[in-house]
């Protein structure tokens, strides 16, 4: 059982699950308008689009691999589905963003901890890939408490002719045994095969948030609320601790750690971000267990917003590093910031993302929504992010321009090369006709995930079940 000084520090992760067999896929193709604004279309769509939905079904992580052809999801069911864009897709003019499924599996099962008489989810908490070095390729996957190295691989050929088995594989007399001949490998209809390489368990206490892959390609980290580990890929009975914040007294706990991140380039350093809306940069260079951090990020506080729920919708639910290293994406409960990493003082932007929001917080804190982990995510040239809301919508800031969108991932749109709209809230006064008013929106309707392809205008959009792929119209 989780100590009960941990319990009001604890942000919620929402029930994510398994993607069907019977996924479809959704993508959108965008164009650039008059103003320079990325139009998006809808084009495919994965899961069911019925209104019974099972819980093991809801998408709980989403992850393209480096090159953007794979994209991976994970479910609360403990299942993982990678989709491959299609290779027609790449080389047609303009061109889509078309996946289909490439490779299901189990990843996790439910576990019982029999020691503290614990059930622990098979859920699958986090997905990151590795660099490709063969042919085939490398995902951790992690659920609360084990992370598990897949190698996903195809095999195109079989081998026949033995001179020990027949054709059923079925040992021979070797009394029967006239001469010896050499087998020959033919073809086979293309199977991909998903096998568990390593397995790394029993190293934390508290629930896993968070993995990364360093840029060395030999390490990772791993996060719970309270501890950071780190790993090699080849060994799995042995981690070093890197980050410990457990007091020796759990009741005087004031923060927990509810994201981390190595940077992409230098393997040295990581970032961490806590419940107290703080982002410390930490250098491994510096001593073996990063208790002083090298950076601070802490921005000011706003005094004219100050309420009770102030701490809570300051804990940062997600962080992530530019593709570039230069900035830092944050996500709080209401908006999202960019940080630079040259100036600890305060986020160089900040962006609104359901301010309308404010005024309800009080029945979101009733209805446990306040305490929804949203993710966030960087453009593929770093000029824009993205993150999601509420009533299927999702959010885009453009940092050029300083333009914002909402969009929607509904069924509503779930046809080809349907344009996605604007929306608009209402959050007082009269609504007009093309405006949602606030008290309509479905809190139980919400996108906490998101990726963006790593080289084109490509989103993949997580909404409870479903996945929706928008892309730009060229």
Same mark, same amino acid.
């Given at each position: ?97 078309? @996946?289909?499924? @490439? ?116 390490? @990772? ?50 970032? @961490? ?202």
């Amino acid at each position: 059982m989780e100590h009960p000084a941990f319990k009001p520090l604890m942000i919620r992760q929402s029930s994510l699950t398994r993607l069907g067999s019977m996924l479809n896929t959704a993508v959108g193709n965008s164009k650039k308008t008059a103003n320079g604004e990325i139009q998006w279309c809808f084009s495919q769509v994965k899961g069911t689009l019925d209104d019974e939905i099972t819980e093991a079904d809801i998408i709980s992580c989403v992850e393209f691999n480096h090159d953007g052809d794979l994209l991976a999801t994970g479910d609360k069911g403990g299942r993982v589905v990678i989709f491959q864009r299609d290779p027609g897709s790449k080389t047609s003019v303009p061109k889509r963003g078309e @996946y289909n499924v @490439y490779s299901t599996f189990q990843s996790h099962e439910p576990e019982f901890d029999y020691l503290k008489s614990l059930e622990i989810e098979e859920k699958i908490n986090k997905i990151r890939w590795l660099r490709r070095k063969n042919p085939a390729h490398f995902l951790l996957s992690t659920n609360d408490k084990t992370i598990k190295l897949w190698k996903v691989s195809e095999r195109d050929k079989r081998a026949e002719g033995y001179n020990l088995k027949d054709e059923a594989g079925e040992m021979k007399d070797r009394g029967v045994l006239t001469g010896l001949r050499v087998p020959v490998l033919k073809p086979m209809e293309l199977m991909v095969e998903a096998s568990p390489r390593r397995i790394y368990a029993n190293a934390h206490t508290y629930h896993i948030n968070s993995i990364s892959v360093n840029s060395d390609a030999e390490t @990772y980290l791993s996060a719970d609320d309270l501890r950071i580990n780190l790993w090699h890929l080849d060994i799995t009975d042995q981690s070093f601790n890197i980050v410990d914040i457990k007091p020796v007294n759990m009741e005087e706990l004031t923060e927990v750690i509810t994201a981390a991140e190595f940077h992409p380039t230098d393997c040295n350093h990581f970032v @961490y971000s806590s419940s107290k809306g703080l982002i410390r940069l930490c250098d491994m260079r510096m001593a073996a267990l990063c208790d002083r951090h090298a950076k601070l990020f802490e921005g000011p506080e706003d005094a004219a917003n100050r309420s009770f729920f102030s701490e809570i919708i300051s804990s940062i639910s997600d962080v992530k590093f530019s593709r570039s290293g230069r900035y830092m994406l944050s996500r709080d409960y209401l908006s999202v910031k960019v940080w630079d990493l040259h100036m600890e003082t305060k986020p160089v932007e900040t962006y609104p993302v359901h301010e309308y929001l404010r005024s309800k917080l009080c029945s979101l804190y009733e209805n446990d929504c306040i305490f929804d982990k949203f993710e966030c995510c960087w453009g593929n040239n770093d000029q824009a992010v993205l993150t999601g809301s509420y009533n299927n919508f999702f959010r885009m800031f453009d940092r050029t321009s300083k333009r914002d969108v909402t969009l929607e991932a509904s069924r509503e749109i779930a046809r080809p090369k349907t344009t996605l709209k604007a929306k608009k809230i209402c959050s007082g006064g009269k609504r007009k006709k093309d405006e949602v008013s606030v008290d309509s929106l479905d809190f139980n309707k919400k996108i906490l995930h998101t990726a963006w392809h790593p080289t084109e205008n490509i989103i993949a959009v997580a909404a409870t079940n479903n996945l929706f792929i928008f892309q730009d119209k060229f």
